[in-house]
């Protein structure tokens, strides 16, 4: 076997993950799906993705428990249970040591409450997640696409590395669609790797263009689970104090660190929106 295979192996548990992620993920199963002894797949896919599947699997329910959190006022309770916590006091625990609050103070006063339209937002003062006008050059991705709910994006980006490896330009995710305007299974976007303009392009990948111009960039800092109430802010304050008019092109996300060896609180991503010139 060489390094290939090794990564399809780690595509294939990955898919896994994702599509089982309700489930009692027991990771001999993990084990069994990349073809490996137990005794050394646990230890290839730590060394290769910078994490235990055991803190994968862990992140991912936490990430998916955010959200619900964030946009639903689904009882603790519940989001514990759907997200595949055998008690509530296990899920607050482990959200408490992964996000630094309990679930509940989450919900009320986590970086999304930010983005609330109170008096100081519609003024357009929000020190804390500020919006910058950029002029970027052209840029090229290698691309795998992705359709279903924007929370299991992880995916497509694992497909993306299979492809190309890693890159300096790092992570950049383009999304099609709005949540709110669309049925989760029928969301699309695409997840890559930036890539150099005459870089061959492996067939599972697709290239976009992400074209030259002058974009309004958000630089966020945050949990994932609380992008959506930044987007709502940027449009809904943002945008229209401008004078500024969006360009016909989707929202690009650039991600600045990596979500599996960054607290949820420190991750960097910059949402970027091209602006008709």
Known sequence: MNRADYTRQLVDVCDYIYDHLDDDLDLFRLAEVA????????RVYHAMSGETAAST??????QRAAGYLADTAMPVAEVARRSGFASTEVFSRNFREAYGIPPARFRASGDHTLYRATAEAQAGRLPAHPVGLRRLEQRVIAASPHRGAFVDIGRAFTRAREGVGASPGGMV?????????APEAELRSAAGIEI?????LPTQLERIVLPAGEYAVLAYRGPYASMR???????????????????DHPVVEHYLNDPAVTPPGDLRTDIAVLLEG
């Open 35 to 42: 073809h490996l002894s137990s005794y050394h797949w646990h």
């Open 173 to 181: 995710a383009v999304y099609y669609d709005d949540p709110e305007g």
């Open 57 to 62: 699997v862990r992140r991912l329910r936490l």
């Open 196 to 200: 150099a303009a005459d870089a061959p």
């Open 229 to 247: 109430s930044a987007y709502t802010w940027f449009y809904g304050s943002w945008l229209p104090q401008s004078g500024r008019v969006p360009a």
